[in-house]
T-cell receptor, first 119, second 114 residues
Framework: AQKITQTQPGMFVQEKEAVTLDCTYDTSDQSYGLFWYKQPSSGEMIFLIYQGSYDEQNATEGRYSLNFQKARKSANLVISASQLGDSAMYFCAMREGRDSGGGADGLTFGKGTHLIIQP | NAGVTQTPKFQVLKTGQSMTLQCAQDMNHEYMSWYRQDPGMGLRLIHYSVGAGITDQGEVPNGYNVSRSTTEDFPLRLLSAAPSQTSVYFC?????????????FGPGTRLTVL
């Protein structure tokens, strides 16, 4: 089973509209972190936002917010007032804790959502 | 600070050739890692290191070697390149603090194996 699932391969959104990018995750750990990265066409990976499993409030960073629903294992990224420069690939990723021991210590990524903002 | 640097940016190899992808960071980060990105997929962890002299395997380690002799450098070696290793390679570094550890990524190396 995939640990990170992003169900939207591509999205077209009108400029200035809000965007929600879906992400569900699978882990048996109690302690974990969830991340969103942006990858523009130039190829670099840009960190956007982080949510810890024990954080009680949803994370926010400027126009980005993370809609964290722990019971549903959902960590959707919300971009308010989208801009043309938001057009990019967006990746959800998870770093699992060491509750169960073992396993590689790194980020597990979803396959990404290609977001295109239209004027 | 230069952050995370990777060399080369582009490389073409023939099957069976060897090469080393270089990665360096100047943020005194304990944790460093290598990922590969294939079309239509997210990044996958190859190897990682939690400090000098300590390395471990990630999700897709076969065909790759790493070593960590200094805090700053974490080279990735391909001993005998195969076409299946055609990919974009990213190096990343972070502090080892848990649970929060934003990973800082290098610009990537695009490798083609013919």
């Amino acid at each position: 089973a995939q640990k990170i699932t992003q169900t939207q391969p591509g999205m077209f959104v009108q400029e200035k509209e809000a965007v929600t990018l879906d992400c569900t995750y699978d882990t048996s750990d109690q302690s974990y972190g969830l991340f969103w990265y942006k990858q523009p066409s130039s190829g670099e990976m840009i960190f956007l936002i982080y949510q810890g499993s024990y954080d009680e409030q949803n994370a926010t960073e400027g126009r980005y917010s993370l809609n964290f629903q722990k019971a549903r294992k959902s960590a959707n990224l919300v971009i308010s007032a989208s801009q043309l420069g938001d057009s990019a690939m967006y990746f959800c990723a998870m770093r699992e804790g060491r509750d169960s021991g073992g396993g590689a210590d790194g980020l597990t990524f979803g396959k990404g959502t290609h977001l295109i903002i239209q004027p | 600070n230069a952050g995370v640097t990777q060399t080369p940016k582009f490389q073409v190899l023939k099957t069976g050739q060897s090469m080393t992808l270089q990665c360096a960071q100047d943020m005194n980060h304990e944790y460093m890692s290598w990922y590969r990105q294939d079309p239509g997929m997210g990044l996958r962890l190859i190897h990682y290191s939690v400090g000098a002299g300590i390395t471990d395997q990630g999700e897709v380690p076969n065909g790759y070697n790493v070593s960590r002799s200094t805090t700053e450098d974490f080279p990735l070696r391909l001993l005998s390149a195969a076409p299946s290793q055609t990919s974009v390679y990213f190096c990343a570094s972070s502090t080892s603090s848990w649970p929060y550890n934003e990973q800082f990524f290098g610009p990537g190396t695009r490798l083609t194996v013919l």
